[in-house]
Nanobody
């Protein structure tokens, strides 16, 4: 069964950090791209960062560059999103999604999605 499971969310004060995890099963990330999205209440889902094939190219939404870092661990078939200097506007449900090989900014490109992990940042 193809599955993505996010974890690592929680309640954190502004200025804190979190590391989100996206564990894949049923397929290998060696041949897939993983994109992190987030969706805040009442807002559209936004693509944040993507990594292609574990050690391939990475990309970031301009507004999160410098605070967000995407990485992967091939031994665990897991992709991480490190978020530093958290801000209240980072409050959202964070999702990871998988696509074959390449990253895209279009959410329809991604064929598998996780259930999401909630990040809440208090001021």
């Amino acid at each position: 069964e193809v599955q993505l499971v996010e974890s690592g969310g929680g309640l954190v004060q502004a200025g804190g950090s979190l590391r989100l995890s996206c564990a894949a099963s049923g397929f290998t990330l060696d041949t897939h791209a993983i994109m992190w999205f987030r969706q805040a209440p009442g807002k559209e889902r936004v693509g944040l960062s993507c990594i292609s094939k574990h050690d391939g190219p990475t990309s970031y939404l301009d507004s999160v560059k410098g605070r967000f870092t995407i990485s992967s661990d091939s031994t665990k078939n897991t992709v991480f999103l490190q978020i530093n200097n958290l801000k209240p506007e980072d409050t959202a449900v964070y999702y990871c999604a998988a696509a074959r090989v390449f990253c895209s900014n279009y959410s329809s490109w991604y064929h598998n999605w996780g259930q999401g992990t909630q990040v809440t940042v208090s001021s």
